[in-house]
């Protein structure tokens, strides 16, 4: 899919950093989609801190076969949401030249989890680090409405 989208882009969309967006766009609609299928049978959320829960071990399960390593919160609207083998990189070689790379593959999944939070009434701003591979963060800031 990522090489699809960059495949078909023009070189001035690629400088731009359209493709990046694209791809996110693509994953927030697949993250409403989803969520809606998941939380059709599923009991109403307490509190944010529930949903975020639910995000990291059925949504990620269902999605990538793994729960989220970990979950840390500063119980003011920012989480980070930690997988040390996420799926999408495992593939890449663990070497420094191809870290530019894994953000072409991380916006996919920060548009999946935004997409998912927004089905549940949470609007948010997702992005993601890879400090390592395979191992990437990814920081969901609750917006207040």
């Not at 840390?72 to 040390?84: A, F, M, P, S």
Request: charged share 25%.
């Amino acid at each position: 899919m990522v090489s699809g989208v960059y495949k078909s882009a023009e070189q001035g969309e690629v400088e731009n950093g359209r493709c990046i967006t694209k791809l996110e766009n693509m994953g927030f609609r697949v993250g409403q989609g989803l969520i809606e299928r998941f939380t059709k049978d599923t009991a109403r959320f307490k509190d944010e801190l529930d949903i975020m829960k639910f995000i990291c071990k059925d949504f990620w399960t269902t999605v990538f076969k793994k729960q989220i390593d970990n979950l840390r919160t500063n119980h003011q609207g920012i989480y980070v949401l930690q997988d040390n083998k996420f799926r999408l990189l495992t593939q890449m070689s663990a070497g420094k030249q191809y870290l530019e790379h894994a953000s072409k593959y991380l916006a996919f999944t920060c548009g999946l989890i935004r997409g998912g939070l927004s089905n549940l009434g949470i609007k948010s701003i997702v992005t993601a680090e890879v400090s390592s591979m395979p191992a990437c963060k990814f920081q969901v800031m609750i917006q207040k409405l």
